[in-house]
């Protein structure tokens, strides 16, 4: 068990619905990723925040939308969905800031399924 | 050309035999590096974590990077079927950037 919990495990919904998918990091982390990996294909970035603000974004569609909440869980809004958004959503955390360790950890991930 | 290149296999090799996997990156800033095992469609699960260059060692498993031939390795012994799965090389240049993954290798061993 990595420590960081995400929900739902799966999710199955119709075109042009919004989800949230949600990710509560690490005890002690305070950056949080999230990645999407379609069917045979290789992690993409999406989104990374730390404490509460966005550090950096990856190849995110202006459909999708991220925030970190002040007690550092994060939420990862998808809406006006389509099919080829069906896809594996992971969210990682690692503790960020100024310091060595920072590898990160991730969940078992958000199965969506569009149909 | 892709920040992160790793050769996405499959990669074949019998019970027993030694793993050797590789990635080579194109930006010099990337000073962390890891490696990840993903079995299908599950959560990536870390096992090795470098900082600097050299070589590092857990269990079965070594790390080596070679900061200069932008160039990092993962070695499995002792290999074994449970081994099967996809090694993932991530880099990122600070605490603070993104974490850059290469393709994934799949890896498979035979009884």
């Known amino acids: 068990d990595s420590g960081v919990t995400q929900t739902p495990k799966h999710l199955i919904t119709a075109t042009g619905q919004r989800v949230t998918l949600r990710c509560s990091p690490r005890?002690?982390?305070?950056?949080v990723y999230w990645y999407q990996q379609s069917l045979d294909q290789g992690l993409q970035f999406l989104i990374q925040y730390y404490n509460g603000e966005e550090r950096a974004k990856g190849n995110i569609l202006e459909r999708f939308s991220a925030q970190q909440f002040p007690d550092l869980h994060s939420e990862l809004n998808l809406s006006s969905l389509e099919l080829g958004d069906s896809a594996l959503y992971f969210c990682?955390?690692?503790?960020?800031?100024?310091?060595?360790?920072?590898?990160?950890?991730f969940g078992q991930g958000t199965r969506l399924t569009v149909v | 050309q892709k920040e992160v290149e790793q050769d996405p296999g499959p990669l074949s090799v019998p019970e027993g035999a030694i793993v050797s996997l590789n990635c080579t990156y194109s930006?010099?800033?990337?000073?962390?590096f890891m490696w990840y095992r993903q079995y299908s469609r599950k959560g990536p699960e870390l096992l090795m974590y470098t900082y600097s260059s050299g070589n590092k060692e857990d269990g079965r498993f070594t790390a080596q990077v070679d900061k200069s031939s932008k160039y990092i390795s993962l070695f499995i012994r002792d290999s074994q079927p449970s081994d099967s799965a996809t090694y993932l090389c991530a880099m990122k240049a600070d605490s603070w950037g993104k974490l850059q993954f290469g393709a994934g290798t799949q890896v498979v061993v035979t009884p």
């Open positions: 930006n010099s800033a990337f000073q962390y």
């Open positions: 990682a955390s690692s503790v960020g800031g100024r310091q060595v360790n920072t590898e990160a950890f």
């Open positions: 005890s002690g982390d305070l950056s």
